[in-house]
């Protein structure tokens, strides 16, 4: 008969001992921390690059206090397709959601994306710092993995 005490299987009566149990917990805790952590980095980068849309918005906006009134220019309506057009009237249609669309003037435009941006960054800092307590609850889980292994 083999003897089983070493801890390593399952004891006499067939159960896990509650070393082995403990290794299972930890080693699922460390599994669904760092499928966290990749959910995370994809929320990270998709905030990054709304962030990147509104600051090009930013940027769009601020040339058009440029435009002299009837400056020619394109207007990007779809996949490719623009529309040309004169500049003429300085305001601004914004939508707000729900298919809900205002004027607002470049200042009140301008004054909506830095809010926006700011929100974005925010919201970066958040993910980024769930990011990092899973990353040290991993750390923390691989040492305890270190600790069984001695």
Same mark, same amino acid.
């Given at each position: 008969?083999?003897?089983?005490?070493? @801890?390593?299987?399952?004891?006499?009566?067939?159960?896990?001992?509650?070393?082995?149990?403990?290794?299972?917990? *930890? #080693?699922?805790?460390?599994?669904?921390?760092?499928?966290?952590? *990749?959910? !995370?980095?994809?929320? #990270?980068?998709?905030?990054d690059g709304q962030q990147d849309e509104m600051l090009a918005s930013k940027r769009?906006?601020?040339?058009?206090? *440029? !435009?002299?009134?009837?400056?020619?220019? !394109?207007?990007?309506?779809?996949? @490719?397709?623009?529309? *040309?057009?004169?500049?003429?009237?300085?305001?601004?249609?914004?939508?707000?959601?729900?298919g809900v669309v205002l004027e607002k003037t470049i200042e009140q435009a301008n004054a909506l994306l830095d809010e926006q941006v700011q929100e974005l960054a925010e919201l970066k800092q958040q993910v980024a710092t769930q990011m990092q307590e899973s990353v040290d609850r991993i750390e923390a889980l691989e040492s305890h993995f270190k600790g069984k292994d001695e």
């Open positions: 008969m083999e003897d089983n005490t070493s @801890g390593t299987g399952p004891n006499s009566s067939g159960k896990v001992s509650a070393d082995q149990q403990d290794l299972q917990e *930890k #080693f699922a805790e460390l599994q669904a921390h760092a499928a966290r952590i *990749k959910q !995370l980095r994809e929320q #990270f980068e998709a905030i769009n906006v601020a040339q058009l206090t *440029k !435009l002299a009134p009837g400056t020619e220019m !394109l207007v990007p309506i779809g996949q @490719g397709i623009y529309l *040309k057009m004169a500049s003429a009237n300085p305001d601004i249609l914004v939508s707000v959601g729900s």
